[in-house]
């Protein structure tokens, strides 16, 4: 089913220039170029980039949508690994084992950021474009009172206090302000109790829905009910809805496709291109259309999914 997961934290918010698109699905040529590019070039199962991809859609608001545009747009006119690699903001390999985070100059973040293929390489994430101007690198203690390399406002005093500004959560957490960027997914800050605020849509709701196509998550513990997440089903397919289940409002295919009725996680080789099942239906990749082949990859826990695997790349 769709899920409500937002793991885009880094993405850059701040100077982006593309205008937002609407994709057609899964099946959409321009994310399925994507999807095979960021699995031949950091060893991610070529189904599971593809779904990733869409999740963020379904879940993201304007903003979000707009900054996966424009990095799905780069991977896709990248002429090699090297150029996908630095559509991700890495650059030289690194040893995730020895390499430790650190601030490069007041502005940059430097991390060692483990690939699938097992490759790492130096992430460099500006603290501006993901926390707006007055956001720099600091070291700073996080929630755990962990001392890593963050990206942090201004100094604070009183932990845990926070406030709106904006469209971002700004709370006091190690001595620093940090700032949550709610417009990730469409929202805004609340105040829901007095010195407590969060992201979510100031409506009020009574319970999880659908509504015309699109899943609302509803928070009732909060002093103020709010909607505090929503998936846009149709991001999926036009097949696509949200149907109420045991865990929750969720997204499903009207029918779904016959190769996938049964086995959701259903993958095959089909020669150089993978079959694979994502949210009911049948999905082609073709891994010959960047140079590679289909190939099995092996998954923690025994698991094991099919990637996009180049000749010359790990």
């Known amino acids: 089913m769709g ?7 880094g993405i850059a918010l701040f100077g982006g220039c593309s205008g937002d698109r609407s994709p057609t699905g899964l099946h959409d040529p321009y994310l399925v170029a994507y999807a095979v590019r960021m699995s031949v070039c ?3 199962p070529a189904g599971a980039a593809l779904g990733r991809v869409l999740q963020g859609l379904a879940v993201g608001g304007p903003a979000l949508r707009v900054a996966l545009h424009d990095q799905v747009d780069c991977v896709r006119g990248a002429a090699d690994c090297p150029a996908v690699l630095a559509c991700l903001d890495l650059g030289e390999r690194c040893d995730a084992e020895s390499t430790l985070s650190a601030c490069e100059g007041d502005t940059t973040r430097t991390s060692c950021s483990s690939q699938p293929n097992g490759e790492a390489y130096v992430e460099r994430t500006s603290c501006p474009a993901v926390g707006g101007p007055v956001s720099v690198c600091r070291l700073a203690p996080n929630e755990d009172e962990d001392i890593h390399p963050s990206c942090v406002g201004a100094p604070c ?3 845990g206090v926070s406030r709106c500004e904006g469209d971002f959560v700004v709370e006091c957490i190690g001595g620093y302000e940090r700032r949550r960027a709610c417009v990730l997914a469409g929202q805004t800050c609340l105040e829901i109790e007095e010195g ?3 992201c979510g849509e100031s409506a009020g709701c009574s319970g999880d829905a659908c509504v015309d196509g699109v899943a609302l998550r509803c928070d009732r513990e909060s002093g103020v009910p709010r909607v505090d997440g929503r998936l846009d089903c149709r991001v999926y397919s036009a097949r696509h809805d949200c ?3 045991d865990e929750g409002p969720g997204c499903r295919p009207n029918a779904p496709d016959p190769a996938c009725a049964g086995d959701e996680t259903r993958e095959s080789c089909d020669g150089a291109v993978i079959r694979a099942c994502l949210e009911g239906l ?3 990749l073709d891994c010959a259309t960047f140079g ?3 190939a099995v990859a092996e998954e923690p826990h025994g698991r094991s999914q099919l990637r996009c695997l180049a000749p010359d790349w790990p």
Request: hydrophobic residues 50%.
């Open 292 to 294: 590679a082949r289909c």
């Open 42 to 44: 950091t060893g991610s």
């Open 196 to 198: 407590l605020h969060a």
């Open 3 to 9: 899920r409500f997961e937002t793991t885009w934290v």
């Open 282 to 284: 049948e999905v082609a």
């Open 157 to 159: 005093d009183v932990e």
């Open 243 to 245: 149907v109420m289940m």
